[in-house]
């Protein structure tokens, strides 16, 4: 059984039936979600009776760092293993003024998107709500740091997994304290669960992959677009907009010769325009294995960007981070797993 993942009242549930008063379990609480602790070693205030019965009956911690490259701007992907033996990937983000965790809700992804590495592999299996919190706790445990924001942007397609990567957000913002503002979700536009989100009541952010102007040239480059049209992702976005009254960043992979034309720029203002959103331009990785993309001259970029602005769109365009460390989602399981085949 899973220890992180499990609320303050359910801990105090827990301990109760060990035989323990329920103020052991709001302590337990407080070392694994506040004081991030690996070990129950580590629980100095809990007696060690009932830390034995923890080791025994519960699984703790759930992951563990196989490898972490770091990056001369600070950032630190960590490849991750899980208790199974899968791995998934999270990456540590500091900025000037805060402190960020991108992670995965997946092993591997079904959504198979012609640029990412990610789903090369396809789908293995779905992670649990601790597992995904576990990914924050294991990156504040090594920087002895809280964090302060966390985004749903690595491995998987959070709102395939609805139901846990829903619990997780509860816990981040129940158990750690974490602003819902401060959490960030990208989805590749699941339409029917972006609407569902929008009556959990989580003022998140809520980032959506759209990569093109139009259904045709999505559907090539994301298979997802051939489910849910523009016009159906859009209008659930329209939805998310009146019921949390938050701003969408539409994220937008820019691809050499693909998705790049300032033709193509146009096409997706006047497709955004009526909306409270901004789109952050992206420009792309390679990702060896996924197709002839290539990223655009910087002209090409600045001349897309330009166009947006000059048809009234808020545009930024994402900072590199850690590119010297396989930053794209799935490249370090990517290359990690052909090292593991080869070996064998």
């Not at 602790?37 to 830390?51: F, G, H, K, V």
């Not at 690595?154 to 158990?175: D, I």
């Not at 339409?191 to 952010?205: H, K, M, V």
């Amino acid at each position: 059984m899973e220890l992180i993942g499990q609320t303050t009242g359910e801990l105090e549930q827990i301990v109760r039936e060990m035989g323990h008063p329920a103020y052991r379990g709001r302590q337990l609480a407080e070392w694994i979600y506040k004081r991030a602790a690996r070990s129950t070693e580590e629980m100095i205030n809990l007696p060690e009776a009932l830390r034995a019965q923890i080791r025994e009956r519960f699984t703790h911690p759930l992951t563990n760092a196989v490898e972490a490259l770091r990056s001369d701007d600070g950032a630190v992907k960590y490849l991750v293993e899980l208790c199974d033996g899968n791995r998934v990937e999270s990456v540590y983000l500091p900025y000037e003024d805060r402190t960020s965790v991108c992670i995965s809700t997946e092993v591997g992804c079904a959504m198979n998107c012609a640029f990412c590495a990610t789903g090369i592999g396809g789908l293995t299996r779905n992670l649990s709500a601790g597992e995904m919190v576990d990914q924050v706790l294991l990156a504040q445990a090594d920087q002895k740091q809280r964090i302060s924001h966390v985004v749903y942007m690595g491995m998987g397609e959070p709102l395939a997994n609805y139901t846990q990567t829903v619990k997780s957000l509860r816990l981040l913002t129940g158990e750690l304290g974490i602003s819902a503002r401060h959490l960030t979700l990208s989805t590749v536009g699941l339409a029917p669960a972006i609407r569902q989100l929008a009556d959990e009541g989580l003022p998140i952010t809520l980032a959506v992959s759209i990569h093109a102007p139009d259904d045709a040239l999505r559907a090539q480059i994301m298979p997802i677009a051939r489910t849910h049209s523009m016009d159906e992702l859009l209008d659930a976005c329209r939805y998310w907009i009146e019921k949390t009254h938050r701003k969408i960043t539409f994220e937008y992979l820019l691809l050499e010769n693909v998705n790049d034309s300032p033709e193509q720029a146009r096409d997706l203002a006047r497709r955004l325009k009526s909306l409270l959103a901004n789109v952050n331009i992206i420009p792309y990785n390679f990702v060896e294995g996924r197709g002839d993309f290539h990223r655009p001259k910087r002209q090409r970029i600045d001349a897309f960007k330009r166009e947006l602005e000059q048809q009234q769109i808020n545009v930024t365009e994402r900072m590199r981070r850690g590119n010297t460390i396989n930053a794209a989602c799935g490249q370090l399981r990517h290359e990690s797993e052909k090292g593991r085949k080869i070996s064998a």
